[in-house]
């Protein structure tokens, strides 16, 4: 009996890495699409949502299905609410990127970020999302807590190019129409709440791992760090 | 042994319930504090949301104690895991709440809608928010499914309204500075997301009534209905 929950639960975790890698793809095209205006990428980002979607659903019905049972002990019982949060968390990671999609979608065949100077900081922003991403598919794979530290660190660089964006945008020399500060606007929002959700995983991994939440990061959601822009 | 499950699964249902007139209370006054330019509820807003998100950590400890005993049925176990996503979703509402109110903060002494026809827009789509606020709270206390319908049809204005915030802000007439297109697009989003949750929150609410999602909308968050902009 033990056994066939030992195996369901790391369905679940594995389903998690699934997700994560998915929403890993998703942000690459995503990010590509923006900064390149490639249309077809975009599509597949935003048709490929669903997909994402799907799997947490999935996610949902097996944690069920294990809570249900008689077996579990405790400590199963808050990996399956952890995971139900974390797949929650990676399906809203999986939206950011298809917004970014969209944006790129509206805009073409022209880039969405309007200056060459406003184009190399999304594409250093791209970078680290992606590097995000990919460090929260190898935490939620690994459990190795290192990598969660690196993803903060890597949260906190982002943050640094978002404020950058609207360093931009409401400088001297900004001539943009007001239909590119909205786009980059929002565009830069999208960046920053994707690191920001990744960031949330990670402490929920950390949590998990050590039965802990870090000093002023509780576990409900996002929200402590969000901003208002 | 039934009737202790009984009573903390509506201990659960009692905590929803206080989350979302919390929530219903911070956008009132966040949505105040926007159109009135009035720092003291900003600030009141911005200070309380650690409340909600603390009663969210709270559900998520009672219903892991829930899980753990050996009693619950499937049909408890369903309503359980479906307070937790509905409590991610109030206290996004929370935070989103929360960002209005950081808004009308960094711009006092001056409004955010720097135009008059913008404060107008606005107005309507404050007490649009307000009346979803309402609604939830309503149909999490009563478990009426009519205000489900006449939450999600109100939301549909919301949208409506946020579709006119961008036909202004790109319009041939807007002369506003970046600064201003920066914070309207914001907060025209916040006001959209937090629509869209509180719908999120309305369909788990008929999910679990009537053990079936509305067609084209799944369980896993909020995401299918969320635009780009």
Redesign the interface.
Known sequence: MRAVFQHELSTVQDTLVDISARVLDAVRDATTAFNTADIRLADGVIAG?ANI??L??EL?EL??EI??R?GPM?RD??V??SA??M??ML??M??LA??????AR?RYPAKVAATAELQDVFIEMSAQVIRVAELLNRLLRTQDLALADELIAQDDEIDLLHRRV?AV??GPD?A?E??H??DV??AS??FERFGDQAVAVARKVQYLATGEWAPGH???????R????
Chains 1, 2 share one sequence.
Do not use: C, K, N, Y
């Open positions: 949502d979607d799907a947490a659903i949902d944690s069920l809570l249900t008689q405790a019982f808050r399956v609410v139900l949060r797949s929650a399906e809203r999986g939206d298809r917004h970014i999609a969209q944006l509206r609207f945008v409401l900004w943009g007001a239909e500060t909205v606007t929002l929002r999208f509780p576990p409900a959601g996002v929200s402590a969000g901003s208002s822009r």
